[in-house]
C-alpha cells in the first residue's frame, strides 16, 4: 500500500488550487486506506497503526500549507477529523512504543529486575488495550465521512482562479519561514524541554512540507536535503519517545508506592532500571540534536539548502 509521501505528478508551475487537490486527495487518501487496519487489525502489525498516524500527519500538514485555498467551512471539518484519528492513533502508537522498549530492556534485565519488567508490561498492555478501543471509537465515528470530505474538496477546488499561483509561489515563502523558524528555536536553551519539544514540532512541520514541495527544487533538495531532515526527525523523536516514557513511569511509580507498598521492593528494580534507561537518553539525544544542528551548519548544508529555496523564488 502507497504512503503518498512523494507526489511525482506535481510540479512547481502546477496551478496552487491544481496542486491543492492533488495533496489533499492522496493525503486523505492514504488516511482513508489505512484506517481500517489499525481499527480492526491492529494485532496483526503494529504497523497499521503507525502508519495510520503518520498519515494522519501528512495530511494534517497538507490542509495547514494549503489552508488559504480552502473554504473555511471545509477546512474546519477536515482540520477537526484529522485531529480525532492523529490522537487516537497517537495514543495508540505511543504504548506500542512503550510495550516494545519494555521487551527490549527486559531482555537484558537481571532476575531481580524481571519482576518489574513484567509489571510495566501487564501495566501497559492494559493501557493499549484502551487505547485500540479509542481507535475504534474514533474510526467509528470520523472513518464514514472521510469519502464525502473527499469529494467536496475535489469540489472546492474544482475551479482554477483567473491568474493565480503556483505551487512554487506558495513553497519558496512557506519553506523560507519554516527555516527561519527552526534555526530561531534551535538556538534557545535546548536543556529545557519544551524548547526542545518546540524545534521537533518545527522540524516535522519542515520535514512533511518538503515532501509537499519536492518536485519546485532539483534533485539535491529531495536527495541530500530531505534525508538530513529525516535523520534530525529521528534524533528528536526518541527524545519524545523518552520524555513520555519518564511521565508515565514517575506516575505508576507514585501509584504503586500508594496502593501496594508492601510489593513495591519487587517491582522497583525494574520500574527504576526504565526510568534511569530514559532519563539517561532524553539527554543523550538532545546532545545528538546538538552535534547535528553544529554538523548542519558547519557543512554548509543550511546556507545551501537556505540558497536553493531562494534561487528557486528569483525570477527566471
Known amino acids: 500500500m502507497a504512503d503518498g509521501k512523494w507526489i511525482d505528478e506535481l510540479s512547481g508551475d502546477m496551478p496552487l488550487t491544481a ?8 493525503r486523505l487518501g492514504v488516511v482513508r486506506d489505512r484506517l481500517p487496519l489499525a481499527a480492526e487489525r491492529a494485532d496483526e502489525d503494529v504497523e497499521h497503526v503507525h502508519q495510520l498516524r503518520v498519515a494522519t500527519r501528512r495530511a494534517g500538514a497538507a490542509l495547514r500549507i494549503f489552508a488559504a485555498v480552502l473554504p473555511e467551512r471545509l477546512h474546519r471539518k477536515a482540520r477537526r477529523t484529522l485531529r480525532r484519528l492523529r490522537r487516537a492513533a497517537g495514543a495508540a502508537r505511543d504504548w506500542d512504543v512503550f510495550l516494545d522498549t519494555v521487551g527490549q530492556r527486559r531482555r537484558r534485565a537481571d532476575a531481580k529486575q524481571r519482576r518489574g519488567f513484567d509489571v510495566l508490561a501487564g501495566y501497559a498492555h492494559g493501557r493499549r488495550v484502551a487505547a485500540q478501543q479509542g481507535l475504534t471509537e474514533a474510526a467509528a465515528a470520523k472513518g464514514p465521512a472521510l469519502p464525502g470530505l473527499l469529494a467536496d474538496l475535489g469540489r472546492a477546488l474544482r475551479d482554477e482562479p483567473a491568474g493565480g499561483l503556483t505551487l512554487r509561489d506558495l513553497a519558496v515563502p512557506t519553506l523560507t519561514e519554516l527555516v527561519r523558524e527552526l534555526e530561531q528555536a534551535a ?12 524545534v521537533r514540532i518545527l522540524g516535522k512541520q519542515l520535514r512533511y512540507a518538503m515532501e509537499v514541495f519536492a518536485t519546485c527544487f532539483g534533485p539535491p533538495f529531495r536527495e541530500e536535503y530531505y534525508p538530513a531532515v529525516a535523520a534530525m526527525q529521528e534524533i528528536l523523536g526518541l527524545a519524545n519517545d523518552s520524555h513520555v516514557a519518564v511521565q508515565r513511569l514517575e506516575e505508576l511509580k507514585l501509584r504503586l508506592l500508594r496502593t501496594q507498598p508492601e510489593t513495591w521492593p519487587g517491582y522497583q528494580p525494574g520500574v527504576e532500571a526504565l526510568l534511569r534507561f530514559h532519563r539517561q537518553r532524553l539527554p543523550r539525544q538532545r546532545h545528538a540534536f546538538e552535534k547535528w544542528w553544529r554538523d548542519w551548519q558547519g557543512s554548509g548544508a543550511e546556507g545551501a539548502f537556505a540558497g536553493l529555496i531562494r534561487e528557486a523564488g528569483s525570477p527566471a
Open 187 to 198: 538556538g534557545t536553551d535546548l536543556a529545557k524541554y519544551e524548547q526542545l519539544h518546540q
Open 19 to 26: 496542486a491543492a487537490r492533488l495533496v489533499l486527495t492522496v
